[in-house]
């Protein structure tokens, strides 16, 4: 696109054209106007004057009333049609009025200046004649100037957009992993975050796509809080990244619960938040993702980390994602050093509200679990059960697999005494996580 234009400045002295058939009259309007900045060029008809319009540019016409074969308001009234830029002003007298009016509805004039004159007062009439014009004509101006700089913007946006389709397809040829996102990508950062997101999961090892249950499990909690569409967006984009942090971390350490942990590596725990922020400075419409990485260990009581947050200092969206992440990893054995059920992974948030966890947001989880699941709250509707605490009547919510990733039971069949039976052989035989993932019961005491 090019630099932008200017509007062109005045250049030349506005040109009057004054129009009688008296001399004397012509030689008055010259001297009244000698002074003033102006080009005056005089006729003596209107056909003259219809000629000189013809052959050069008038800004002002001014135009007896009384005057042989065309009379003013005749000539004024080809001047609009003709040249309808050019303002027109009509002189006449007290015995003139009626063509007068015929003259401001047939030659639309700018004014009427009554015989005799006064110098002053017609220098100040053409000079407001004069401003007028120029407005208009700069308002003319600027409106093509205007339509044509929203042309160049649209033929370099489309410029733009053939650009960004055209590095995405690039991208898309260089990761196969990018396939399914590539339309995503062409569109929105956001799509860039969930591709983020699948690598930290992909460098964690989790089978169970921790990154994007805490991002579900955090919008289904923001929902309930009411939070607005700024803080949803902010807070699904630092829910999938929260871990991000964490890429340049030994397999050992990303695989070891926290209960687990050395000194040592619960120190090197501690600056995943803060390397999750600084791998995001470089994106400025991630900045306040970043902030909200950086928070999501703090705790209400501010015995949290990195920066010692208490309460409402520490962002909504950071207390939401600590309860969803924790929750999340109870249930996987990556927080204590064993794997929780639901509703003991549950119990251990309700016990820490008010002081590891924000009370209001283990209120929503709470309400979320136990209100009928529809569409959008199945997933929480699921209930991880040890295998010794099965139950006949229960359906399983995913696939029963064995440590070698041989299928023992599908998603979705209603369990029996015999079937728990040979699954309890199998898990014994071939290993496997004892945790079962099942739908809900009606009744949640059973758990």
């Not at 805490?214 to 607005?228: C, N, P, Q, W």
């Amino acid at each position: 696109m090019q630099a932008a234009e200017t509007l062109p400045e005045a250049t030349q002295s506005p040109t009057i054209l004054c129009v009688d058939d008296e001399t004397s009259i012509l030689s008055s309007l010259q001297r009244a106007l000698r002074k003033q900045p102006y080009t005056v060029l005089t006729a003596n008809s209107g056909s003259e004057a219809l000629s000189i319009l013809e052959t050069q540019d008038v800004d002002l016409v001014i135009s007896d009333m009384r005057m042989p074969n065309m009379n003013g308001a005749e000539l004024l009234s080809q001047v609009n049609s003709r040249w309808p830029s050019t303002l027109r002003i009509l002189l006449t007298g007290y015995a003139d009025m009626e063509s007068t009016v015929s003259a401001i509805n047939d030659g639309h004039i700018f004014r009427y200046l009554q015989k005799p004159w006064n110098n002053d007062e017609i220098a100040v009439e053409i000079d407001n004649a004069l401003s007028h014009k120029k407005l208009i004509d700069e308002n003319a101006a600027l409106t093509e100037l205007t339509a044509k700089q929203n042309e160049e913007l649209l033929e370099f946006n489309a410029m733009l957009e053939s650009k960004v389709e055209a590095r995405t397809q690039e991208l898309a040829e260089v990761n196969d992993q990018l396939v399914q996102t590539h339309d995503a990508l062409q569109t929105s950062y956001e799509s860039a975050i969930r591709v983020f997101a699948q690598l930290v999961e992909l460098r964690e090892g989790s089978s169970h796509h921790h990154s994007h249950q805490v991002a579900d499990t955090s919008r289904l909690i923001g929902e309930h809080l009411s939070l607005d569409a700024t803080a949803m967006r902010d807070l699904q984009n630092a829910a999938l990244l929260h871990d991000i942090g964490q890429i340049g971390f030994t397999d050992e350490m990303v695989s070891t619960p926290i209960e687990a942990m050395t000194v040592e590596q619960q120190k090197t725990h501690h600056t995943h938040p803060g390397i999750g922020q600084a791998a995001l400075l470089s994106i400025p419409a991630l900045e306040k993702t970043g902030r909200l990485i950086r928070a999501h260990h703090e705790r209400i009581d501010g015995k949290g980390f990195p920066d010692g947050l208490i309460g409402d200092a520490i962002p909504i969206e950071s207390r939401i994602i600590a309860v969803a992440a924790d929750f999340d990893d109870l249930q996987h054995g990556l927080l204590l050093n064993r794997q929780l059920s639901t509703s003991e992974a549950l119990d251990h948030l309700r016990a820490r509200a008010g002081t590891h966890y924000d009370e209001a947001v283990i209120d929503a989880l709470l309400a979320l679990i136990s209100q009928p699941a529809d569409e959008h709250t199945e997933a929480l509707q699921n209930y991880s059960v040890h295998l010794n605490d099965l139950q006949s009547g229960m359906k399983t919510a995913k696939n029963i697999t064995a440590r070698n990733g041989m299928l023992l039971l599908g998603a979705g069949q209603v369990l029996n005494d015999s079937l728990i039976e040979r699954i309890q052989q199998c898990l014994d035989d071939t290993g496997g996580s004892k945790l079962i993932t099942v739908v809900k019961p009606d009744n949640l005491n059973t758990l």
